[in-house]
């Protein structure tokens, strides 16, 4: 069960989020992480969100706020080969799907965008 959906908005700046989503603690738990830059690779700070172990399975659940041009990571499990790990961009009140986390073209605008090389029109220009 995967589920992301805007909740409401916070204040002028900041948006609330609803993440949910089940995967075999074995291959990857899920998380959401706002991305950020520091030195010469990226940085993840995790959102604290519920976690309810299964026999097989972990469930998280929860709320996060996130500031408009902010980049997010959700990561909705995995298996054996890899995590499904997506990027994502508040954009108007919403979160707008930039790149799976593995594409190196979206990861080097991404780079730019956090390092003050580009801004948010030229990083969504570069993407979408």
Known sequence: MHELKRLRQQDET???FDFESESNPQHAIPYVAKLGWSGDS???HFFELE????KNSVLVTGSFAAQEGEIIELCRGGNTQRKYRS???VYMGRLEFLAKSDDAKAKHEI?????YQCDLQEL???LL
């Open 14 to 16: 900041y948006f609330e």
């Open 42 to 44: 990226y940085e993840r």
């Open 51 to 54: 976690r309810v172990y299964g």
């Open 87 to 89: 990027i994502y961009i």
């Open 111 to 115: 780079k730019r965008y956090l390092t």
């Open 124 to 126: 969504r220009n570069a």
